[in-house]
C-alpha cells in the first residue's frame, strides 16, 4: 500500500510551483495523518523542516528545488511513490547547544552544526573545553565549529574541516579563521563527547552562537553536547545515500 504523505515547500517561487504539481499529482493527506513528509526546497529548507517535524518523528524525503540540495532528492514529478517504497534511510541525532548570553539562557538544537562567531571587526578570544578539561586555552580566530556527520559537508566542510561518514560516532570541532594557535586544525570527538566554549573579554569581542538557523548574540559560554534522545528519519533514493553521497564528496576534485 503507497504511503501516505504530505507535501511542504519553501516560499520560492520555483518550490511552491512544484508544491501544487505535487498536490495535484498525488494526494496529500495533511501531517497529521502522513506516513512521510516530502519537502521541495533546499538544504536550509530541510533543516526547517526536520525542527517543525521534530515532535512527530516522521520521516522526511526532500526534493531539491534548492542551490546545493546535498539533503535531498533529485526533483521529478513522476513514481515518487516507487522512489519512496525503495528509499534508503538515514538516523540523524542533533546537538543541543545551551548559551548563556548577556540576554539569559538559550537552548536549541542543530542538526548541522552549532558555531561560535564574532560580531565586529576584532577577532574571538574563546577558551575551549572538552569533557570539563581544558584542551586550548585562548583561541583566536573568527570563529569555531562543532558538526555533525550529517553537517560536516556543510559549514564545517567550507572552514576545511574533516569530512564524517554518516554513521561515525564522531563530531568534528573545527576552527574558523585561526589566528592563534595558527597551526590548529581542529579535532575529531567522540560522540558522547562535551564541548564548552567560554568567550574572554565578551564586552570587547562579542561573539554570536548560531545552531542552524538560530541565533543568540553576546554569548559569554556555550555548550554543545549530542542528544541521542532524539532521532529524525531522512529518506533517499535507492544508490543515492547520504553515506554515500559523503563518500562522493571526498572524491571531488
Known sequence: MPAALHFVASTAPEAQAALAAMRGRYRDVGEDKADVIVALGGDGFMLQTLHNFLSRKKPIYGMNLGSVGFLMNEFR????????????????????????????????????????????????????????????????CDGVLVSTPAGSTAYNLSAHGPILPIDADLLALTPISA?????????????????????????????????????????????????????????????HSLDERIIAEQFLD
Open 179 to 239: 589566528f592563534r594557535p595558527r597551526r590548529w586544525r581542529g579535532a575529531l570527538l567522540s560522540h558522547r563527547a562535551r564541548v564548552r566554549f567560554e568567550v574572554l573579554e565578551p564586552d570587547k569581542r562579542p561573539v554570536s552562537a548560531v545552531a542552524d538557523d538560530q541565533e543568540v548574540r553576546n554569548v559569554s559560554a556555550v555548550n554543545v553536547a549530542e542528544d541521542r534522545s532524539i532521532s529524525m528519519t531522512m529518506l533517499f533514493d535507492a544508490g
Open 77 to 140: 514529478e513522476e513514481d515518487l511513490e516507487q522512489r519512496l517504497s525503495a528509499a534508503e534511510t538515514a538516523q540523524l541525532h542533533p546537538l543541543r547547544m545551551r548559551a548563556e548570553a548577556s540576554a539569559g539562557v538559550a537552548e536549541a538544537l542543530a542538526f548541522n552544526e552549532v558555531s561560535l562567531l564574532r560580531q565586529t571587526r576584532q577577532a574571538a578570544k574563546i577558551r575551549i573545553l572538552v569533557d570539563d578539561k581544558t584542551r586550548i586555552a585562548e583561541l583566536i
